[in-house]
C-alpha cells in the first residue's frame, strides 16, 4: 500500500489531454515538492516534472504538474503514441523521512 | 554527461547478504550538491526508495527496510554501494543507483539503467 495514491490506469486517444492524479497527506505533499517520473517499457524511470511545475530538460510543454494542498496532478496534452507509460509521483515525506512514490499509473494511448 | 552503472551479483540465495556497488562517471561523487541513492523494482510493480547518501556519509533509509540496508560511499573510487541483508524472494527486483538533488524539496535527477537481482534457491 503506497502513501500516495495514484490510479493505477489512464487512456485516452491520440491528441486528447489526459490528467493523472496523486493524492498525499500534509506529511509528504502538503510540506514538500512533488515530482513525476516516466518509465518507458523496459527503461529506467525518467525525471519529467519536479518542484511541482518545473519541466526537466528536454520534456515538451505537452506535460505539465499542479498541487493543490494535499494532491498533485500531471497533465498531458496534445496526447501522443509515444507518451504511453508508467508514470509515478514522488515526494519526501516528513513522518518517514525518506522518499515515497506513488504506486504508478499505467497510460494507454488508444 | 553524467553516467551512473550498477554492479552486482545477478543471482543470490535466501538469506544471503549481497553488495551492489554504483559507478559514477561524467561528475563527482564527492560534490556538496548532490545525494546519491538507490531505489528498487521488483518485476511487474512499482517503485521503492530503499535510502541516500551524502557525499560526507550522511545517510537516509526507508523505514521498512531500515534494519537491513546499509549504504556506504567511496569518493576515492567514486562509487557508491548497497548491502541488503537476509535477502528472501520477496527482495527480487531491479535495483537502480540514482544522483539526487536535495531531500526534502529535492527530486532524482538522473538513474541508472538499473541490475536486476533474482532471490532464489
Known amino acids: 500500500q503506497s502513501v500516495l495514491t495514484q490510479p493505477p490506469s489512464a487512456s485516452a486517444t491520440p491528441g486528447q489531454r489526459v490528467t493523472i492524479s496523486c493524492s498525499g497527506s500534509s506529511s509528504n505533499i502538503g510540506s514538500n515538492t512533488v515530482n513525476w517520473y516516466q518509465q518507458l517499457p523496459g527503461t529506467a524511470p525518467k525525471l519529467l516534472i519536479y518542484s511541482n511545475n518545473q519541466r526537466s530538460s528536454g520534456v515538451p510543454d505537452r506535460f505539465s504538474g499542479s498541487k493543490s494542498g494535499t494532491s498533485a496532478s500531471l497533465a498531458i496534452s496534445g496526447l501522443q503514441s509515444e507518451d504511453e507509460a508508467d508514470y509515478y509521483c514522488?515526494?519526501?515525506?516528513?513522518?518517514?523521512?525518506?522518499?515515497?512514490f506513488g504506486g504508478g499509473t499505467k497510460l494507454t494511448v488508444l | 554527461q553524467l553516467q551512473l552503472q550498477e554492479s552486482g551479483p545477478g543471482l543470490v540465495k535466501p538469506s544471503e547478504t549481497p553488495s551492489l556497488t554504483c559507478t559514477v562517471s561524467g561528475g563527482s561523487i564527492s560534490s556538496s550538491s548532490y545525494y546519491w541513492g538507490w531505489i528498487r523494482q521488483p518485476p511487474g510493480k512499482g517503485l521503492e526508495w530503499i535510502g541516500s547518501i551524502y557525499y560526507s556519509g550522511k545517510t537516509y533509509y526507508n523505514p521498512s527496510l531500515k534494519s537491513r540496508v546499509a549504504i556506504s560511499i567511496d569518493t576515492s573510487k567514486n562509487q557508491f554501494s548497497l548491502k541488503l541483508s537476509s535477502v528472501a524472494a520477496a527482495d527480487t527486483a531491479v535495483y537502480y543507483c540514482a544522483r539526487e538533488i536535495g531531500l526534502l524539496t529535492g527530486f532524482i535527477q538522473n538513474w541508472g539503467q538499473g541490475t536486476l537481482v533474482t532471490v532464489s534457491s
Open positions: 514522488a515526494v519526501w515525506d516528513d513522518n518517514l523521512n525518506g522518499r515515497v
